[in-house]
T-cell receptor, first 113, second 113 residues
């Protein structure tokens, strides 16, 4: 079955540090890949997505590139801010009909000033 | 102008009670979902409805019964609540044909005592 594995947290960084959160997936076919973010006390928000190999999703300074050869979709940001503190979820959808998203276990990021 | 709303936001109840969580979306979407997020932040699909019809029912106890009175609403009724039902429940919706991009509600934190 489809699955998503992301790095264990928590991740603690100083402001302006470089962020990488690793995500790899297992899926049949060619899934769409997503990063969702959950700020404290809130629901999930779509951060970025990529729908085919070599696509780069980007939003709010975050980027992730769909790498079919390594089945990865790592999230990166060049300079994190305190306001980026949240839980980040990698997810996939196999795009067949009404399939739901399959989520990784989430990575908590804390950015300190 | 909230896109996906859930009520209540917090629900504290005794073991054995029956409770409902309501979800409404004003996006005109055809597909709605319920996800459960456990204490370790792991998110898992419970149900998916497309245009008021049940599409996906993961291995969820039959104490959980979704009800969709119209395509803008998907309510979750839980009978005989157990301690292990304590979690955050998220409703989500998506447009037909674009079910890989889902919009989440703010979540309902259920605590069973």
């Amino acid at each position: 079955g489809n699955s998503v594995t992301q790095m264990e947290g928590p991740v603690t960084l100083s402001e302006e540090a470089f962020l990488t959160i690793n995500c790899t997936y297992t899926a049949t076919g060619y899934p769409s890949l997503f990063w969702y973010v959950q700020y404290p006390g809130e629901g999930l928000q779509l951060l970025l997505k990529a729908t085919k190999a070599d696509d780069k999703g980007s939003n709010k300074g975050f980027e992730a590139t769909y790498r079919k050869e390594t089945t990865s979709f790592h999230l990166e940001k060049g300079s994190v801010q305190v306001s980026d503190s949240a839980v980040y979820f990698c997810a996939l959808s196999d795009r067949s009909g009404n399939t739901p998203l399959v989520f990784g276990k989430g990575t908590r990021l804390s950015v300190i000033a | 102008d909230t896109a996906v709303s859930q009520t209540p936001k917090y629900l504290v109840t005794q073991m054995g009670n029956d409770k409902s969580i309501k979800c409404e979306q004003n996006l005109g979407h055809d597909t709605m979902y319920w996800y459960k997020q456990d204490s370790k932040k792991f998110l898992k699909i419970m149900f998916s409805y497309n245009n008021k019809e049940l599409i996906i029912n993961e291995t969820v106890p039959n104490r959980f019964s979704p009800k969709s009175p119209d395509k803008a609403h998907l309510n979750l009724h839980i009978n005989s609540l157990e301690l292990g039902d304590s979690a955050v429940y998220f409703c989500a919706s998506a447009r037909r044909g674009e079910t890989d991009t889902q919009y989440f509600g703010p979540g309902t934190r259920l605590t069973v005592l």
